[in-house]
């Protein structure tokens, strides 16, 4: 008796568990927990960010040479001083770009607290051109010393602009180009 019991309530819960179950009003709560999307982009504001694409890749080449008088260290000076023309070249033709991608960055085209992010971003990229003609001269002579204070600047730009990426609504991603100690 107990066995036809026991095999009764097993066959009702196993029947149970097919019967699918209208799901509660789950799909409500989830679309109200989710952040809307931002609104897509003016055409201003997508000229503003073809302008920070264009700066951006000034910056990388600026990163690379930084990482190039990191790697050079200081056991040869033959590698630093190649490493400090390298960087000294590098910083010439990132002032190219940067130059060019400045003008298109007009942060007025956002508004409030994105527009005071969009500011900083800009002066940062002032910043950076600005110091671009005395990397340029001297990271030849010293590459050392150009590479720290490019790296101060580039620490103030990465700043500004993670802010105004996470301002914007888009994705903020590491640094990738981050020096790696090799073993």
Known sequence: MRCLAMLLCV???SLGAQQPEPPPDSTRAVTESMPTPPPPPTLEQKRFLAGLRTATRGIAQLKDGMSRV???GTRDSATQR???RFLAGLCGSSRGFLKRGRPQMTPTVYEDSVQ???RRLVTQVD???KYT???E???AATPTSAAVGLGKRMKSYDAALRDFRVAIGLPVKDDTTKATKRP
């Open 137 to 139: 001269d001297s990271a």
């Open 127 to 129: 910043s950076m051109i």
């Open 82 to 84: 190649r490493a400090g």
């Open 11 to 13: 066959a009702a819960t």
């Open 116 to 118: 005071l992010k969009a």
């Open 133 to 135: 003609t005395t990397c």
């Open 70 to 72: 990191a790697r050079a």
